[in-house]
């Protein structure tokens, strides 16, 4: 669309797929705004197919040779938003305006955020997600869950989204029932965290449902070493 601007003259490409549209006064592909990228470093960003990038939203590519910048497919990123360099982003995703994400954020597949969020660096948003409007995201944001507040917080499951999505009753059930075992303890003994993962991949039904297991794995990761953890979640007591 009119005064958008694809590509620059930078070491490096910007390569985009068939079929997308790229809005009004939209800059994609244009030098990163990091302060550790040289001008004689190559740099990349490439957009897969079928994606609605909406005016005024910036993409910028990697900043380093060894890394790039990753637009899926079938996205649709609104107005004033910005993606980071080194940020990977699925498919199906819907980024509402003023969706911000800094560098290295990674966001899965059929996420869907509000408008006005942040997202740190190196944070990942877990594939059918949803985050509230407002919030500042400094933790990974686990598969299937919402979360908002200003640092934002596991609000429960994103319900409404995986309903859309074509999640059966039972798989939504088990969704419902594992996280109440994670997040949501009613014994004061129930242990850490990963005490409950554990339990609950043991479970003789829960742990053979894929999408229970995917949630828990998306969990585990999360802790890795080089991870920043899940968001913040509220304790609940019997009582």
Known sequence: MAGAIVGDDLPGRTVVGC?????????????????????????????????????YTSIHRSSKITDKTVIGDNNLIMGSSHIAHDCKVGNNNIFANNTLLAGHVIVEDYAHTAGAIVVHQFCRIGSFSFVGGGSVVSQDVPKYTMVSGERAELRGLNLEGLRRRGFSTMEIKSLRAAYRMIFMPIDENSGSIEDRLTKLEQHKELSLVPAVSSMVQSIRDSFAEDRRGICKFRSWSAS
């Open 19 to 55: 079929n997308n549209i790229i809005g009004h006064h939209a800059v994609v592909g244009i030098k990163c705004q990091d302060m550790k990228y040289k001008p004689e470093n190559e740099c990349f960003l490439k957009i897969g197919d079928n994606n609605e990038i909406r005016e």
